[in-house]
């Protein structure tokens, strides 16, 4: 069992950075593939970026590719999101989550995480 929680959402300005922290308990955290999910009002869960178990792989949409950075800390049980350069579009809440046996990062798709974390809103003013 993961339960997974997130801090350091907030107001940023376009151009600005910001990073998101999610840290979860459990003694099983280096077992999970970790990712970030984001959903905007009107509009679906969007898958973002992951990271495997070990750190050493990672996948990001092509959105945000180039000025997000996705990573994560086993021994404190934490996985991260840089972001840098944020444009307005990128304003939305985002989600941490967890899945074990993940093979493809690209194919991970919302309805297949394990667990959540409960999500920090982000807004980037224009």
């Known amino acids: 069992q993961v339960q997974l929680v997130e801090s350091g959402g907030g107001l940023v300005q376009a151009g600005g950075s910001l990073r998101v922290s999610c840290t979860a308990s459990?003694?099983?955290?280096?077992?999970?593939?970790m990712g970030w999910f984001r959903q905007a009002p009107g509009k679906e869960r969007e898958f973002v970026a992951a990271?495997?178990?070990?750190?050493?792989?990672?996948y990001y949409v092509d959105s945000v590719k180039g000025r997000f950075t996705i990573s994560r800390d086993n021994a404190k049980n934490a996985v991260y999101l840089q972001m840098n350069s944020v444009k307005p579009e990128d304003t939305a809440f985002y989600y941490c989550?967890?899945?074990?046996?993940?093979?493809?990062?690209?194919?991970?798709?919302?309805?297949?995480?394990?667990?959540w974390g409960q999500g920090t809103q982000v807004t980037v003013s224009s």
């Open positions: 989550a967890a899945k074990k046996d993940l093979l493809l990062l690209w194919r991970w798709v919302s309805g297949a995480t394990d667990y």
């Open positions: 459990g003694r099983t955290f280096s077992s999970y593939a």
């Open positions: 990271i495997s178990r070990a750190g050493s792989n990672t």
